[in-house]
């Protein structure tokens, strides 16, 4: 099968998960994925949870390899200015420039999309920021937590009622829409230069992702201006939507909003009598009696384990899902069987499972090409390829411009 994007050439200057993120999903698909890495390296690497292993070996950087598996790394110091003049060559010879700098910042190294599209008129630069690239905020850093579940408003609609504390998130949640959404804006982009000859510019920011995210309550509320009130499970709008903790104190979730559900729920967990109870025989009536009916639904599934309501949901078709723990998703046979978690190995051979893009050809070739690169690991080779080499080379690494292998 062919790579979707093979021949495709992309430099990557960005740090964390969003932005490396949406070029994984381009390595993924063949493109050849230069990342372009402080001498330090990615303030990424090291800083998630590292996977346990056996005493006396090294950590695996699960999270690093997942978002830049499959690029290739030199490490340059873009506030030099030959440092910043090298990744402009490589921006010249390129597809795509993806780039997660504020715009002040880009212009200050002369990475902006004015300038590269100067030297490379049918180069497409991507931008991802918090805010985008115009308004107020325009220059305020962001990061997931701040711009797209605070600023966005996803994590006040997440909140119980009443509750002093917000819900604690995971990483990367918001990071990865907005990668999704970064990533289809450069293929629509690649698709404009292919059509018009014209380079492109796209802005993708945290703010943005968490509007669509948001959209189902925003879309309202753009209209009437009017907050969505938080609802615990006795304000819940249909009886068959939310979480109940079973006997085994695990929690299945249901949802099956429509009327024609609720007799055939009654009859799975034994309480025929409620089809007919004028507390519960229709919509509106189990809305009034909320409170009443979950805490007679609570009793019901209190009485048998999640794995005996599953198998009885299942006999009778109905719609529910359990409230896994990481460690059974990872283990999930519906996510093996389609090939959620493929095997990649790192530099020393070591082979783990990772994430899989969220979507697949049945043409094409994506998948994984590769580990992460170490720090510069590439620094040398990709230079080279640049016609930089021997006497330079070694004067930019002596005088700190670039590191890794070329250093």
């Given at each position: 099968?062919?790579?979707?994007?093979?021949?495709?050439?992309?430099?990557?200057?960005?740090?964390?998960?969003?932005?490396?993120?949406?070029?994984?999903?381009?390595?993924?698909?063949?493109?050849?994925?230069?990342?372009?890495?402080?001498?330090?390296?990615?303030?990424?690497?090291?800083?998630?949870?590292?996977?346990?292993?056996?005493?006396?070996?090294?950590?695996?950087?699960?999270?690093?390899?997942?978002?830049?598996?499959?690029?290739?790394?030199?490490?340059?110091?873009?506030?030099?200015?030959?440092?910043?003049?090298?990744?402009?060559?490589?921006?010249?010879?390129?597809?795509?420039?993806?780039?997660?700098?504020?715009?002040?910042?880009?212009?200050?190294?002369?990475?902006?999309?004015?300038?590269?599209?100067?030297?490379n008129?049918?180069?497409?630069?991507?931008?991802?920021?918090?805010?985008?690239?115009?308004?107020?905020?325009?220059?305020?850093?962001?990061?997931?937590?701040?711009?797209?579940?605070?600023?966005?408003?996803?994590?006040?609609?997440?909140?119980?009622?009443?509750?002093?504390?917000?819900?604690?998130?995971?990483?990367?949640?918001?990071?990865?829409?907005?990668?999704?959404?970064?990533?289809?804006?450069?293929?629509?982009?690649?698709?404009?230069?292919e059509?018009?000859?014209?380079?492109?510019?796209?802005?993708?920011?945290?703010?943005?992702?968490?509007?669509?995210?948001?959209?189902?309550?925003?879309?309202?509320?753009?209209?009437?201006?009017?907050?969505?009130?938080?609802?615990g499970?006795?304000?819940?709008?249909?009886?068959?939507h939310?979480?109940?903790?079973?006997?085994?104190?695990?929690?299945?979730?249901?949802?099956?909003?429509?009327?024609?559900?609720?007799?055939?729920?009654?009859?799975?967990?034994?309480?025929?009598?409620?089809?007919?109870?004028?507390?519960?025989?229709?919509?509106?009536?189990?809305?009034?009696?909320?409170?009443?009916?979950?805490?007679?639904m609570?009793?019901?599934?209190?009485?048998?384990?999640?794995?005996?309501?599953?198998?009885?949901?299942?006999?009778?078709?109905l719609?529910?899902g359990?409230?896994?723990?990481?460690?059974?998703?990872?283990?999930?046979?519906?996510?093996?069987?389609?090939?959620?978690?493929?095997?990649?190995?790192?530099?020393?051979?070591?082979?783990?499972?990772?994430?899989?893009?969220?979507?697949?050809?049945?043409g094409?070739?994506?998948?994984?090409?590769?580990?992460a690169?170490?720090?510069?690991?590439?620094?040398?080779?990709v230079?080279?390829?640049?016609?930089?080499?021997?006497?330079?080379?070694?004067?930019?690494?002596?005088?700190?411009?670039?590191?890794?292998?070329?250093?």
């Amino acid at each position: 099968m062919a790579a979707p994007l093979e021949g495709v050439r992309v430099v990557e200057v960005a740090g964390w998960m969003a932005a490396p993120g949406a070029a994984a999903l381009m390595a993924d698909m063949g493109a050849d994925v230069v990342k372009v890495e402080p001498l330090r390296g990615d303030p990424m690497r090291g800083a998630t949870r590292q996977p346990r292993v056996p005493e006396g070996e090294s950590p695996i950087d699960a999270a690093f390899q997942m978002d830049n598996r499959g690029k290739r790394s030199i490490a340059v110091a873009i506030n030099e200015q030959r440092g910043a003049d090298l990744v402009r060559r490589l921006a010249a010879r390129s597809d795509v420039f993806l780039c997660n700098l504020l715009p002040s910042r880009q212009a200050r190294f002369g990475l902006d999309a004015t300038t590269l599209l100067g030297l490379n008129p049918r180069l497409v630069h991507a931008t991802l920021t918090g805010y985008g690239p115009s308004g107020p905020d325009a220059t305020r850093p962001g990061y997931d937590l701040t711009a797209f579940f605070g600023r966005g408003a996803v994590l006040d609609a997440m909140s119980e009622p009443d509750n002093p504390a917000p819900p604690r998130l995971r990483p990367a949640q918001g990071d990865h829409a907005a990668a999704l959404a970064l990533f289809g804006g450069v293929l629509a982009a690649l698709r404009l230069v292919e059509a018009t000859g014209e380079g492109q510019v796209v802005d993708v920011s945290l703010l943005a992702a968490a509007a669509w995210t948001m959209s189902s309550d925003l879309s309202a509320t753009l209209v009437d201006g009017v907050t969505p009130t938080p609802q615990g499970r006795i304000a819940r709008p249909h009886a068959l939507h939310g979480g109940f903790r079973c006997a085994d104190r695990r929690w299945i979730l249901l949802f099956m909003p429509e009327p024609h559900w609720w007799p055939r729920f009654c009859e799975a967990v034994g309480r025929p009598g409620w089809i007919e109870d004028e507390r519960f025989a229709t919509w509106a009536a189990r809305a009034v009696n909320m409170p009443e009916l979950t805490r007679l639904m609570d009793e019901a599934f209190a009485t048998r384990p999640l794995s005996e309501w599953c198998a009885l949901f299942d006999e009778r078709g109905l719609i529910w899902g359990p409230a896994s723990t990481v460690a059974e998703f990872a283990a999930d046979e519906q996510a093996a069987a389609d090939g959620l978690f493929p095997e990649i190995g790192d530099a020393s051979g070591r082979r783990f499972r990772t994430v899989r893009a969220p979507l697949r050809l049945q043409g094409g070739d994506v998948g994984p090409r590769g580990p992460a690169p170490g720090v510069g690991e590439h620094t040398t080779a990709v230079l080279t390829e640049l016609g930089v080499a021997g006497d330079d080379l070694a004067a930019l690494a002596r005088d700190g411009v670039i590191g890794g292998s070329g250093g």
